[in-house]
């Protein structure tokens, strides 16, 4: 027999997990079904070797490119998601980038809804996830309707002559906006010891604002949410008029489970929520659930980035090194009008992580790995790509993904790379020494990189040209909903997990109201 829930969750990251923290206290009976487990908590989790070159923890999925070629995807199942590896940089987009925008390369189509009904969100999601940082600082800062919770993560030597040496130059350098428990007024009751193994890494101290630390923990602890681990969903089936998913149907370590929902939420990441949609085609939706308009699995975007490291002309000792961030060539500058995008570190590289990259063998006659990690100062840039239809996920002929992209909207990167690169003289750096980053951190992140994924199941007003409607609720399907990032019809180019947290407790504050 089919248990049945008020909602039933498909996933625990950004979306899923925060959906079920503001659906929790409401008694509703609520199942979160989660495709993998824990993440074990090991010395591994902070050793270099074992997450960046062994991909100890990526999951085992296999991929397929347009051309048929395989690859491993760099995507990660268990409890909270893709955000027990990520860099916890919590960015709202900017004003702007809800309102259409002409790019070099097209155009970034608008949000159905504006800033202004996300700001309250944004806010919250800043509140819960525990947001430092300091208002005022960036000058492309979206209006905000207080100060951040916890003040911003101070900088660490290098890090503040960095800040200070782009402040000289007429750069408006800022502290990147960080979800870590971190107390520096009072170390010793702090949860976060500042490592150098964070972004990227699971969080052995359990002090990085995660989905299963934040969200997925506390809603656990009510009575009425109940968590099934190593459950992947196969398939959603509706009645016989379409209009209503009553079974989802999940491998339960092995086992085909059935579970039923008043609301089924699904926030499986980009990808595997427009696969999930895809493999659930039935009569009345012959393309793929709630996929009359074509769209579902359409305008994948994951972000133009690269990331690279720079040889610091004096030692750079800093262990957190995620504390800065510049937004000044955001939407241009007098010699390119286009949006160029967002520059902020990310976390410390060390010798081991280059043991797996071939460009560092470029400076093996120069330096060795160890004097390059002892001045290595890395950098994240970040550009906008554009949702073209043709990006797309679709399924191969045994059911797996499918991911046809070619990228857009180039010349905004390079044209931000070579400001950064212009300014290195000036701000001690060897500029004639950059090496690029491998795995998620490569130069030109490769198709596998796909830490940004967002676009497959965009939301709108109209139904022919988009999947869900502004609730984040599928135009063709009334009790399903979706939130994860596929919901965004365009990615702005700051990282977009918070703006999945803030959706997720808008559409929970929806939910709410529905099933009162």
């Known amino acids: 027999m089919t248990e049945h829930y008020d909602v039933v969750i498909i996933g625990s990251g950004a979306g899923g997990g925060t959906i079920a923290h503001r659906l929790a206290p409401s008694g509703k009976k609520i199942l979160i079904l989660e ?66 925008i002409q790019h070099h ?73 960080s979800g870590i428990m971190l107390n520096e007024a009072n170390p010793a009751y702090s949860p976060c010891i500042r490592s150098a193994t964070c972004d990227g890494f699971a969080c052995l101290l359990h002090a990085k ?25 196969r398939r959603l089936e509706t009645d ?40 659930s085609a039935n009569d009345r939706h012959p393309n793929g659930l709630a996929n009359g308009s074509d769209h579902v699995g359409r305008h994948y975007m994951f972000h133009n980035s690269r990331a690279f490291l720079a040889i610091s002309i004096e030692r750079n000792d800093t262990r957190f090194q995620k504390t800065l961030g ?9 010699s390119f009008a286009f949006p160029m995008g967002n520059v902020q570190m990310v976390g410390k590289s060390s010798a081991p992580m280059y043991r797996g990259e071939k460009p560092i063998a470029k400076l093996a006659p120069l330096f060795a790995l160890e004097e390059v990690a002892e001045h290595a100062v890395d950098f994240w840039l970040s550009a906008e790509d554009l949702p073209d239809p043709d990006n797309r996920v679709t399924l191969g002929n045994h059911g797996d993904i499918v991911l046809t992209y070619t990228p857009n909207n180039r010349q905004p990167l390079d044209e931000l790379y070579s400001r950064v690169k212009h300014n290195l003289g000036h701000l001690g750096m060897h500029p004639h020494h950059l090496v690029p980053r491998d795995l998620y951190m490569k130069n030109d992140i490769p198709v596998a990189g796909c830490a940004h994924q967002a676009g497959t199941v965009r939301f709108g ?9 502004r609730d ?21 180019a700051v990282n977009p997990a918070l703006t999945a947290m803030a959706n997720a407790l808008r559409v929970g504050d929806h939910l709410l109201a529905r099933l009162a």
């Open 472 to 492: 984040c609720r599928t135009h063709e399907v009334d009790n399903l909903y979706v939130v994860d990032t596929s919901f965004f019809p365009s990615i702005g």
């Open 105 to 177: 390369g097209g155009i970034s189509p608008a949000w159905p809804v504006a800033y202004d009904e996300f700001e309250p969100y944004y806010t919250q999601a800043e509140e819960l996830y525990q947001v430092h940082g300091a208002r005022g600082e960036d000058p492309t800062e979206p209006p905000s309707s207080g100060p951040y919770p916890f003040p911003p993560v101070s900088h660490e030597p290098r890090i503040q002559k960095l800040f200070d040496d782009m402040t000289a130059i007429g750069l408006h350098p800022f502290h990147s906006p």
């Open 461 to 469: 007003d109209d139904p022919a040209t988009s999947v869900l409607d």
């Open 35 to 100: 495709r993998g487990d824990w993440l074990p908590r090991e010395p591994q989790n902070w050793d270099a070797t074992e997450t960046f070159v062994k991909n100890r923890y990526v999951s085992k999925d296999t991929w397929f490119d347009h051309t048929g070629k395989a690859f491993q995807p760099q995507v990660h199942y268990n409890v909270g998601g893709a955000t027990k590896f990520y860099g916890a940089a919590l960015y709202r987009l900017r004003e702007r980038d809800f309102g259409e």
């Open 326 to 334: 510049v937004n000044d060539y955001y939407f241009g500058d007098e």
């Open 240 to 279: 016989d008029s379409g209009n209503t998913v009553t079974s989802v149907v999940a491998d339960v370590e092995g086992v085909e489970q059935r579970f039923s929902g008043d609301v089924v939420v699904v926030s499986a990441g980009a990808a595997n929520s427009a696969k999930l949609l895809l493999q």
């Open 209 to 233: 604002s995660d989905a299963e630390v934040i969200a997925v923990r506390p809603a656990v602890e009510h009575a009425n949410v109940t968590l099934v681990r190593n459950a992947e969903v």
